[in-house]
């Protein structure tokens, strides 16, 4: 019995030993947690809203994704629940869910430039002025760098020029334009170029200097304008055509643009245009791509894909337009830029006369001259069902002045006086045919076929009863009704009954 006790005794005084150590490790790891959260700097607070974890140990399995980098997390900033990494993830993901925007292209033809480097504005200068088709030449380059400011100030995806881009093909106007489209790029537009005509193995390549025109060095052939332009889309172009100096340039990857070289001028230069058998199987190639990608494709080209113009009938539309309207259908090209005509036209193609408007066909756009005030080029964008417009404006190249702070004062009041300046060449070639009326009733006829003429570059549109009931028509007819000009006055009437300056498709 005595055994008994004494082992019950030593039981419990096991027991209360063991109950005693566990009670002291109790209050050691208590105190230690107390003195950790109160310790300075080591303020990690868990709370309703935010948990901040210091080391990847204790971060739980569902907190680690996104939190960690080099296995350390970032500590969050003082009075901030919240990581840095974090704040720029958001930032992150704020920026990917900016909204698509399809691209918008500023299109424009015919600069023809004319450094002032190639003339002292002498006699010979002013001769050519005088006996042009109303370029203001003495203001090529200021028209031209508000081209250029203007593009950079409104962003297009590209800048695309379509042909005759300089004044006959003079290798220092090309050197010189080049430089100014450099300065383009390097603010951020991309310019897209092609030749026209006039750029390449020009024979008419001239300097004006005193009374004197005399022969310039021009490019002469492919190789030479590709050595200056390459920079201007070729480089960044997904395709070449090996035959020409056509190209194909993606602004993304569902909106292409065909640049097409559709010039002559490896064994002379002609005025007239054609596309190659061999660039015609090259942009077929494309075309195909284009379809596989679900991309639409933009043909740009200098020469016209249409009969355009009843005032202007030779030399303009491609020699082989039929071939070119064929491959185009074939994969439904909804639109064709070009220039060359010096008249703003739009026009659609269509299989037969009188087919419903809404049949399908090609339409074609030719871009007004540059070089010929209102100075006008094209925008075109695609719009939010993927489908294409199309709107001319008209450079301020008033604006672009009085930022240079120009005196000049038909820079300065450019919209009105670039037209006026226009009209007065056209005004001093009439004055030739010598009509037998006053200086007033000449100066009637002059001044409305003058008006008319501007208009019609322009693609603005004209109003027949209007123009035929005026007294200026009425002195051409009484006057002078076998003159060439009455008859050129009915074609621009028949061709701008409409506008030709706003598209839609």
Same mark, same amino acid.
């Given at each position: ?24 490790? &109790? ?5 230690? +947690?107390?003195?950790?959260?109160? #310790? ?8 309703? #809203?935010?948990?901040v974890w210091e080391t990847k140990e204790t971060v739980p399995e569902k907190e680690k994704t996104g939190q960690e980098e ?20 958001? #930032? ?22 004319? @450094? ?27 028209? %031209?760098?508000?081209?250029? #400011?203007?593009?950079?100030?409104? +962003? ?19 050197? /010189? ?11 951020? %537009? !991309?310019?897209?170029?092609? !030749?026209? *005509?006039?750029?390449? *193995? *020009?024979?008419?390549?001239? %300097? ?8 310039? $060095? ?5 190789? $030479? ?14 395709? +070449? ?48 791509? &284009?379809? /596989?990608?679900? &991309? ?25 337009? @039929? ?8 994969y439904q090209i909804p639109l064709y830029i070009s220039g060359h005509l010096h008249a703003q ?15 399908? =066909? ?21 719009? $939010? ?78 109003? +027949? ?6 007294? =200026? ?12 000009? %009455?008859?050129?006055?009915? $074609? ?14």
């Open positions: 019995m005595r055994n008994v006790i004494h082992r019950f005794r030593q039981a419990v005084k096991y027991v209360t030993l063991t109950m005693l150590f566990l009670a002291v490790i &109790a209050v050691t790891v208590f105190l230690v +947690r107390i003195s950790i959260e109160l #310790e300075p700097g080591r303020g990690y607070e868990e709370s309703r #809203e935010t948990k080099n296995g350390e997390i970032e500590r969050y900033e003082s009075g901030e629940n919240c990581y840095v990494k974090q704040e720029q993830e958001a #930032e992150e993901e704020e920026e990917e869910s900016v909204p698509y925007v399809p691209p918008s292209v500023m299109l424009a033809s015919d600069l023809h430039y004319l @450094s002032p480097s190639s003339h002292d504005g002498g006699e010979a200068f002013w001769n050519l002025v005088e006996k042009d088709d109303g370029k203001p030449s003495q203001y090529s380059e200021p028209m %031209v760098d508000a081209l250029l #400011e203007e593009a950079v100030k409104t +962003r297009p995806d590209a800048l695309i020029l379509a042909g005759d881009i300089t004044h006959n093909g003079e290798k220092i106007n090309h050197l /010189e334009l080049a430089e100014k489209l450099r300065k383009v790029q390097e603010d951020g %537009v !991309p310019v897209l170029v092609i !030749p026209g *005509n006039h750029d390449i *193995n *020009n024979p008419y390549a001239s %300097v004006y200097f005193g009374e004197t025109k005399s022969p310039a $060095e021009s490019l002469q052939g492919a190789e $030479e304008f590709l050595d200056i332009y390459h920079e201007f889309g070729y480089d960044g172009a997904s395709s +070449r055509d090996p035959a020409s100096l056509s190209y194909l340039y993606q602004l993304d990857s569902t909106h292409w643009v065909m640049m097409l070289d559709s010039c002559q001028y490896e064994e002379r230069n002609l005025v007239s245009g054609i596309l190659k058998e061999e660039t015609l199987l090259w942009a077929e190639e494309q075309l195909k791509l &284009a379809e /596989e990608a679900g &991309a639409t494709v933009l043909p740009v080209a200098h020469h016209n894909l249409l009969q355009e113009s009843r005032l202007y009938k030779t030399e303009c539309t491609l020699e082989n337009s @039929s071939q070119v309207i064929e491959l185009f259908e074939k036209r739009i026009k659609k193609h269509k299989q037969e006369p009188g087919m419903p408007e809404d049949t399908y =066909g090609i339409t074609e756009i030719v871009l007004g001259p540059y070089s010929i005030p209102p100075c006008q080029y094209g925008w075109m964008r695609w719009n $939010e069902e993927d489908r294409m417009e199309f709107d001319t404006r008209e450079t301020d190249v008033s604006g672009w002045a009085k930022e240079q702070g120009s005196t000049d004062e038909n820079l300065l009041n450019f919209d009105q006086a670039g037209r006026e300046l226009v009209r007065q060449v056209v005004r001093n070639q009439l004055e030739e045919e010598h009509f037998s009326v006053s200086q007033e009733l000449a100066d009637r006829m002059t001044g409305l076929y003058s008006n008319l003429y501007v208009d019609y570059c322009a693609g603005y549109p004209i109003d +027949r009863a209007l123009v035929t009931s005026s007294q =200026g028509y009425g002195l051409w007819l009484r006057v002078a009704s076998d003159n060439r000009y %009455v008859k050129k006055m009915d $074609e621009i009437l028949d061709d701008n009954r409409m506008e030709h300056r706003t598209w839609r498709q």
